[in-house]
C-alpha cells in the first residue's frame, strides 16, 4: 500500500499525518511538500473545488488547475507521480490537492480535521476530532476521534524513560513536564503569568524533591519565554530547559520530556500538545490561563470530555499547585487517548472495502 502525503509544512499537521503512518508498518510512504503561487490562488482554488470536488473532471483540467495554483516544483512533483493507494492530507491548505491529486491517480483521499471550506463530503474518509462532530447523524466517511492523531507511543516513551534514565544517570525523584504554548484569539499568556508558574515549579521543586522539565514553543511569546528562561533555568532542580532552534543534548527534547515526566502540564491553547500529552500514559493537567469571561474555543469541548472520562485534569493558575499534588499522588487510573490507533483501523478498513 503506498500513501502519498501532503504537507503544508505546518509542525502539528505534519505530526498528525506522521503518527498515522507510523502505525502502518506494511505502507511505503512519499512526502509532497505544496507550495501555492499565491495565497489567494490557494483560496480559490478552494472555492473550485467546492463546485466541482464531486464530479469527474476532464485530466487536462485538473492539469491547468494544477499549474495555474502551485509552484513550478510542486506542480512537476505531483505530475511524476505515477501510482497511489491513499492521499493523507491534513489541515485545508492541502486538501483541494488532495482531490485532484485522487482523481488523477484513482487513489482514495484522506483528510484528518475538518478542511474549509470544501467540508468533508467529497473525502472518502475524514478523521474529525470531537470538536468536529457536526450533527447527530454519523456519516459512513467519518472516522470520529477524541482528539488527533499524533506519533505518541506509550511503548515507545517506556523504552525512552529507561535509556535516558540511565544515560543521564537521573536520581529516583517525581520530574514534572511543562509543555508552553503561546498566544492566540482566545488564550493570553503574560509574563505576569510567567511569573507565578516561576513561583509555583519552585515551590513545588523544593517542598516535593521534584525535578522540573521545560519546553517553550515557538508561539511563546518572548518576554514570557525570557522570563522563565531567566527564572528557571538555572537552577539545580530544572534539570532541562528547552527552546526551540536552540541546540539541545536530546536527539528529540520534546520526546524526552514526554518520556521522562511522571506528570505533565500543558497550556491548553495548543490542542495538538494537548493531544499528544493524553496520548502518552502519564497524568496530564490541562492549564487554563485565559480570561474566565472570555468566550471559550471548541476545543474546550473536548477537553471537559477528558476530564469527565479521566484522561486529563483540568486547572488554572491558582489551583495548579493542588493539582500537580494531587496528580503525583492519586491513584486515579491514567486512561491515555487512543484516536491514532483509530485513525489507522479505519484507514485499513476503507481499503479492505475496495
Same mark, same amino acid.
Given at each position: 500500500?503506498?500513501?502519498?502525503?501532503?504537507?503544508?509544512?505546518?509542525?502539528?499537521?505534519?505530526?498528525?499525518?506522521?503518527?498515522?503512518?507510523?502505525k502502518?508498518?506494511?505502507?511505503?510512504?512519499?512526502?509532497?511538500?505544496?507550495?501555492?503561487?499565491?495565497?489567494?490562488?490557494?483560496?480559490?482554488?478552494?472555492?473550485?473545488? =467546492?463546485?466541482?470536488?464531486?464530479?469527474?473532471?476532464?485530466?487536462?483540467?485538473?492539469?491547468t488547475?494544477?499549474?495555474?495554483?502551485?509552484?513550478?516544483k510542486?506542480?512537476?512533483?505531483?505530475?511524476?507521480?505515477?501510482?497511489?493507494?491513499?492521499?493523507?492530507?491534513?489541515?485545508?491548505?492541502?486538501?483541494?490537492?488532495?482531490?485532484?491529486l485522487?482523481?488523477?491517480?484513482?487513489?482514495?483521499?484522506?483528510?484528518?480535521?475538518?478542511?474549509s471550506?470544501?467540508?468533508?463530503?467529497?473525502?472518502?474518509?475524514?478523521?474529525?476530532?470531537?470538536?468536529?462532530?457536526?450533527?447527530?447523524?454519523?456519516?459512513?466517511?467519518?472516522?470520529?476521534?477524541?482528539?488527533?492523531?499524533? @506519533?505518541?507511543?506509550?511503548?515507545?516513551?517506556?523504552?525512552?524513560?529507561?535509556?535516558?534514565?540511565?544515560?543521564?544517570?537521573? @536520581?529516583? =525523584?517525581?520530574?514534572?513536564?511543562?509543555?508552553?504554548?503561546?498566544?492566540?484569539?482566545?488564550?493570553?499568556i503574560?509574563?505576569?503569568?510567567?511569573?507565578?508558574?516561576?513561583?509555583?515549579?519552585?515551590?513545588?521543586?523544593?517542598?516535593?524533591?521534584?525535578?522540573?522539565?521545560?519546553?517553550?514553543?515557538?508561539?511563546?511569546p518572548?518576554?514570557?519565554?525570557?522570563?522563565?528562561?531567566?527564572?528557571?533555568?538555572?537552577?539545580?532542580w530544572?534539570?532541562?530547559?528547552?527552546? @526551540?532552534?536552540?541546540?539541545?543534548?536530546?536527539?528529540?527534547?520534546?520526546?524526552?520530556?514526554?518520556?521522562?515526566?511522571?506528570?505533565l502540564?500543558?497550556t491548553?491553547?495548543?490542542?495538538?500538545?494537548?493531544?499528544? %500529552?493524553a496520548?502518552?500514559?502519564?497524568?496530564?493537567?490541562v492549564?487554563?490561563?485565559?480570561?474566565?469571561?472570555?468566550?471559550?474555543?471548541?476545543?474546550?469541548?473536548?477537553?471537559?470530555?477528558? %476530564?469527565?472520562? %479521566?484522561?486529563?485534569?483540568?486547572?488554572?493558575?491558582?489551583?495548579?499547585?493542588?493539582?500537580?499534588?494531587?496528580?503525583?499522588?492519586?491513584?486515579?487510573?491514567?486512561?491515555?487517548?487512543?484516536?491514532?490507533e483509530?485513525?489507522?483501523?479505519?484507514?485499513?478498513?476503507?481499503?479492505?472495502?475496495?
Amino acid at each position: 500500500m503506498k500513501v502519498v502525503i501532503l504537507s503544508d509544512n505546518k509542525p502539528g499537521h505534519y505530526k498528525q499525518s506522521l503518527g498515522i503512518v507510523e502505525k502502518l508498518p506494511e505502507s511505503k510512504t512519499e512526502w509532497l511538500e505544496i507550495v501555492f503561487r499565491q495565497k489567494w490562488r490557494d483560496n480559490l482554488l478552494r472555492v473550485f473545488m =467546492c463546485i466541482f470536488g464531486g464530479i469527474p473532471l476532464p485530466m487536462s483540467l485538473i492539469h491547468t488547475v494544477l499549474r495555474w495554483s502551485l509552484t513550478s516544483k510542486s506542480y512537476s512533483t505531483l505530475t511524476h507521480l505515477q501510482t497511489a493507494d491513499i492521499i493523507l492530507s491534513t489541515g485545508s491548505s492541502v486538501a483541494a490537492i488532495n482531490l485532484l491529486l485522487g482523481k488523477m491517480l484513482g487513489a482514495k483521499t484522506v483528510t484528518c480535521r475538518r478542511p474549509s471550506p470544501l467540508g468533508v463530503r467529497n473525502f472518502d474518509l475524514a478523521i474529525l476530532p470531537m470538536f468536529s462532530w457536526h450533527g447527530k447523524r454519523h456519516k459512513q466517511n467519518v472516522c470520529q476521534t477524541v482528539g488527533v492523531p499524533n @506519533p505518541i507511543s506509550t511503548d515507545t516513551l517506556n523504552t525512552e524513560r529507561e535509556r535516558l534514565t540511565q544515560e543521564l544517570n537521573l @536520581p529516583d =525523584c517525581p520530574r514534572i513536564g511543562f509543555l508552553i504554548g503561546g498566544t492566540d484569539r482566545h488564550e493570553t499568556i503574560t509574563a505576569v503569568d510567567a511569573e507565578q508558574l516561576s513561583e509555583i515549579c519552585e515551590a513545588v521543586a523544593t517542598e516535593m524533591d521534584a525535578q522540573i522539565l521545560v519546553t517553550t514553543s515557538r508561539r511563546t511569546p518572548p518576554d514570557v519565554a525570557e522570563h522563565l528562561a531567566s527564572t528557571l533555568k538555572n537552577n539545580e532542580w530544572c534539570r532541562f530547559f528547552i527552546e @526551540p532552534n536552540t541546540p539541545s543534548e536530546f536527539k528529540d527534547p520534546y520526546q524526552a520530556i514526554l518520556a521522562l515526566s511522571d506528570l505533565l502540564i500543558v497550556t491548553a491553547d495548543s490542542f495538538s500538545m494537548v493531544c499528544e %500529552a493524553a496520548s502518552s500514559g502519564h497524568p496530564v493537567i490541562v492549564l487554563t490561563l485565559s480570561d474566565e469571561n472570555v468566550r471559550k474555543p471548541k476545543r474546550y469541548i473536548v477537553y471537559a470530555y477528558m %476530564a469527565q472520562h %479521566a484522561i486529563v485534569r483540568r486547572c488554572r493558575l491558582d489551583g495548579l499547585k493542588q493539582q500537580i499534588t494531587d496528580g503525583l499522588t492519586s491513584p486515579v487510573p491514567k486512561t491515555p487517548l487512543q484516536d491514532t490507533e483509530t485513525a489507522v483501523h479505519a484507514i485499513r478498513c476503507l481499503m479492505e472495502s475496495g
